[in-house]
């Protein structure tokens, strides 16, 4: 099995700036794809931003404010936010494509238990 542990998350004004991290941890071989997620109340899950070998993605809403970045050696994924809003406020989860063995390609999903983030006065 394979745990994603996300921490950082907490209460700032808005223009702050907070840095979640996830890592992961148990049987991995490697891990293909990395991303956060959120979900505000009342709205559906939404990708934030994603990073894989060569490849990062943005949303819109993310663009020029938030940076992800991964150590592959440490099986971890960080998001840097800056320049909080208020709509930013939502459970942020980790996400990850996970290949737990060697000897065979399959690859399966997982999610972290979510990190609050709350940007309000």
């Known amino acids: 099995q394979v745990q994603l542990v996300e921490s950082g998350g907490g209460l700032v004004q808005p223009g702050g700036s907070l840095r979640l991290s996830c890592a992961a941890s148990?049987?991995?071989?490697?891990?293909?794809?990395m991303a956060w997620y959120r979900q505000a109340p009342g709205k559906q899950r939404e990708l934030v931003a994603r990073i894989s070998d060569g490849s990062i993605k943005y949303a819109d809403s993310a663009k020029g404010r938030f940076t992800i970045s991964r150590d592959n050696a440490k099986n971890t994924v960080s998001l840097q936010m800056n320049s909080l809003k208020p709509e930013d406020t939502a459970v942020y989860y980790c996400?990850?494509?996970?290949?737990?063995?060697?000897?065979?390609?399959?690859?399966?999903?997982?999610w972290g238990q979510g990190t609050q983030v709350t940007v309000s006065p």
């Open positions: 148990g049987s991995i071989f490697s891990i293909n794809r």
């Open positions: 996400n990850a494509d996970v290949r737990q063995a060697s000897w065979s390609s399959s690859v399966s999903n997982y």
